[in-house]
């Protein structure tokens, strides 16, 4: 819906993954992000290939919805 390509990476875990990059950096474990950085891969990506026009539609609805979801529960 951005249109900007989106990168998938290598682990599917990638959430363990970041807790465990945290930890290694609050360690000491690794010196920098750029070493956390250096190890993350892309298994591939994808290119956006919807037009601005036919991308608009289906968020202009998106956002219709949403506001006709607000304020269903009372407070």
């Not at 919807?50 to 219709?64: A, I, V």
């Amino acid at each position: 819906m951005l249109g900007v390509p989106v990168g998938c990476p290598e682990v599917t875990q990638i959430t363990a993954s970041g807790v465990a990059y945290l930890a290694g950096l609050g360690s000491g474990f690794w010196d920098g992000q750029e070493d956390v950085s250096d190890r993350w891969c892309r298994a591939r990506q994808y290119e956006p290939k919807m037009t601005y026009r036919h991308r608009e539609s289906p968020y202009e609805d998106w956002q219709r919805v949403v506001e006709r979801s607000k304020g269903w529960e009372k407070p």
